[in-house]
């Protein structure tokens, strides 16, 4: 599917205007997040060593946007920061070759859980209806009014590729597959590469949703 693409030098702007955010605090939470990979060594669990960057970038961007009036939540262990005006919320979730490149269309590395299939359906329900970005709605329909957006991350080697983007669309696969809105951000060059590498990780959350089939 098509998505309202914003280039890196575009990012500002938007980001200001969606949630009063500066692309640096996102980019320097992801950075926070890679560096501490290189903190791991081969007497570590290789699964710990793959997820520190995840949690490490979801610690970074809470300690940073807290400290802004954004609140902290974790519906079905999903952990989010959520806008003080409780219209955005943000996860983080490693990604694939696409991301934070203009060119092709992201997925996320992993199946996502309820929390974020809910939030998608309303998404593509909205735009169904509305032919537009949804409005902020809770995705289990009785808690806080947040549309979730996602912080999606690819080690590509010498560099961190990044960007912040609102999901439409969920693949067989329970992965996201396509996006109403993308906002690239700066690739972060990485000066040294850690000695001690494994892929990226994210905790497994169990999903009981099972996608309907289409006649």
Known sequence: MSSTLHRAEQSTNRLAELASLDPEVLRNAVRQGESERATC??????????MVPWAKTVRALRESLVARGWRRQEPSNLPLIVSPDCTIAIAVSSGDEYTGVAAGTPQTQYPKGPVTIAAVDSNQMSLALFGQSPPAASPS????????WILLIANRGNELRCELSLPAQIGEDLRVTGWVERILLEPIV??????????????????EVRRKVQN
């Open 141 to 148: 329909g009785d808690g806080p009014a947040w549309v979730l």
């Open 41 to 50: 060594t081969e007497n570590d669990p290789r699964i710990f060593a793959g």
């Open 190 to 207: 990485l000066d040294q590469v850690p000695a001690f590498t494994t892929p990226d990780a994210e905790p497994s959350i169990p999903v």
